[in-house]
């Protein structure tokens, strides 16, 4: 920047120097491209992330091992442990962070969850606000002896009330939950569930039947619930292979075509709930400072893990930098300020 204002400030033409400078960062990228090393196995996925984790093996095996079992494309979070040790936990179905409307619906005597196998779950865009939208729905999960989920925008008024005083009354096996995200995502996540699970969304355009006309076959099926207060995990979901194998590769195609990074992110965790999983790291400690500093090194760690299996890894200490130098030889440039944009990458490329 410095080389680049007194050039200007000597008559130079900055727009000519900034199209310079862009050229030969382009060249640039290209070259270490070219230059990179794939990662691929998880001994060399250990090394990088031990490297990064400022050479502690631990973390670095941790992360190795979180990446073996959620793949490339899977989300791996770090949170804090309750131990003294690190430990990794692979949550194998969909969690999202939305937990129960009501703490009426909790079911177990320890750890105010609700906990249900074999239940049947009813997905809505919209929200659900009148008991008589729900009735049938609630007679087919009666007539088969199941319980039942309800997932929607929201479930309040005299449809939560009633929910509730049957819970509370007769042991109605029910639950409802506010469905995640917002806006487009929320309705993307929600058809997500229902190809997991096998039914379809109610109250979405394309499919174009209305609650009260709910047939068995409209709702989805799981082999295990867990709803906390605060998240929902839904286990072993039983929709058809082949549908969830077309979602995730539909949505590995908008994350390669996406160039907005939150877009990415939300993406990136969409595919991990369809297809492989959550890894959690939970960092332990003897004390929170400790935790916090270890939860920085991992988060680093992780972040840097992530761009070397993406991108591939280069020789370090600026050396391939260096090697870059010779394909900013061979640029053309039309003009002499772009060759002084050049010569100011090229400069700086020499630093340490």
Known sequence: AKEGFDKISKGANPIE??????MAVEAIVNKLKELSKPVTTPEEIAQVATIS???DKEVGQLISDAMKKVGRDGVITVKDGKTLSDELEVIEGMKFDRGYISPYFINTAKGAKVEFKDCLLLLSEKKISSVQTIIPALELANAQRKPLVIVA???????LSTLVVNRLKIGLQVAAVKAPGFGDNRKATLQDMAIATGGIVFGDEAANVKLEEVQASDLGEVAEVAITKDDTLLLKGKG?????????????????????????EKLQER???????????????????????????????????RA?????????????????????????????????????????????
């Open 17 to 22: 120097i900034r199209k310079g400078v862009m």
């Open 53 to 55: 984790a400022n050479g």
């Open 153 to 159: 925008e929201d479930v309040d008024g005299e449809a």
């Open 240 to 264: 058809k292979k082949s549908d969830v194998d077309r979602r995730a590769e539909q949505i590995r195609d908008q994350i390669s075509e996406t160039t907005s990074e939150y877009e990415k």
């Open 271 to 305: 595919l991990a709930r369809l297809a492989s999983g959550v890894a959690v790291l939970k960092i332990g400690g003897s004390s929170e400072v400790e935790v916090n500093e270890k939860k920085d090194r991992v988060n680093d760690a992780l972040n840097a893990t």
């Open 308 to 352: 070397a299996v993406e991108e591939g890894i280069v020789p370090g200490g600026g050396t391939a930098l260096l090697r870059c130098m010779s394909v900013l030889e061979s640029l053309k440039t039309t003009n002499p300020d772009q060759q002084t944009g050049v010569e100011i990458v090229k400069k700086s490329l020499r630093m340490p």
